[in-house]
């Protein structure tokens, strides 16, 4: 068994699978390694690719008329994410960005195709993995219309915090990729983070802040009030 294929028996949507299929797969795709900042596809892009992502991080974001970014979500090893309106995700308005060196399986409209017509299990494990993701962004973008900044920004460092195992420490977050994925401006984030800070809520460093009152985080999650 190839590592390809052990690595596509992993993915959620191909659990259920044979071993036939999955070696069909295997055929019918190739792996590419791509550089942090690769673009993988930009607004309107006919591009019809499916990708599979095997390593790294991979962010999807939008651009406002102003020229503010909004990340709508990031992408971990196992996600699927492309441009292919046979699976319902046409994705007219979003850019697609590796953050880390990625490995990544690339896989062509037409076996796609091949594939959901003779498996429709399949089809619906795609359409649930996409509905999942469309409620993620239908919650961030709720957020930015209708939650003050100091709520959304705590409710994404609980978020963070959570997704590295909660033990209180985010590392790797830079103060502008902070604002990018609440969409407003650096000046702005790092404003709340300082009132956070001289509030004793968390410990700012290089890269790194450590949450040092969680319950008065999630108060202002709840209800924006910092004091």
């Known amino acids: 068994m190839t590592e390809k294929i052990e690595y596509l028996e992993q993915v ?4 259920h699978l044979t071993q036939a299929d999955l070696e069909a797969i295997n055929h019918q795709t190739r792996m590419v390694e791509y550089r942090a900042d690769h673009i993988f596809f ?7 690719v499916l990708f ?5 991080r991979v962010q999807l974001y939008r651009m406002s008329e102003d020229g503010r970014k909004l990340i709508v979500s990031i992408l971990h090893p196992g996600a699927i994410f492309g441009h292919m309106a046979m699976i319902g995700q046409q994705l007219h308005h979003t850019y697609a960005q ?3 060196d990625c490995l990544i399986c690339v896989w062509q409209q037409e076996e796609v195709a091949r594939l959901l017509r003779q498996r429709p299990d399949t089809a619906l494990q795609f359409m649930e993995a996409i509905g999942q993701r ?5 919650e961030r973008l709720a957020q930015a219309t209708f939650k003050h900044m100091p709520e959304r920004l705590a409710s994404l460092l609980l978020q963070l915090d959570n997704q590295h ?4 420490t985010i590392k790797g977050y830079t103060h502008q990729y902070l604002a990018d994925m609440l969409g407003t401006y650096r000046e702005t984030t790092t404003q709340i983070l300082n009132e956070f800070k001289q509030n004793e809520i968390v410990e700012l ?4 802040i450590r949450i040092m009152d969680r319950s008065r985080l999630e ?3 709840q209800n924006g009030s910092i004091t």
Request: glycine letters at 12%.
């Open 12 to 15: 959620d949507v191909f659990q």
């Open 42 to 48: 930009m607004p309107d892009d006919p591009s019809e």
């Open 52 to 56: 599979i992502l095997k390593r790294g």
């Open 98 to 100: 590796a953050l880390d």
């Open 134 to 138: 469309l409620i993620q962004v239908e």
């Open 165 to 168: 195992g909660n033990d209180g």
């Open 205 to 208: 460093g290089r890269k790194q």
């Open 219 to 221: 108060v202002i999650a």
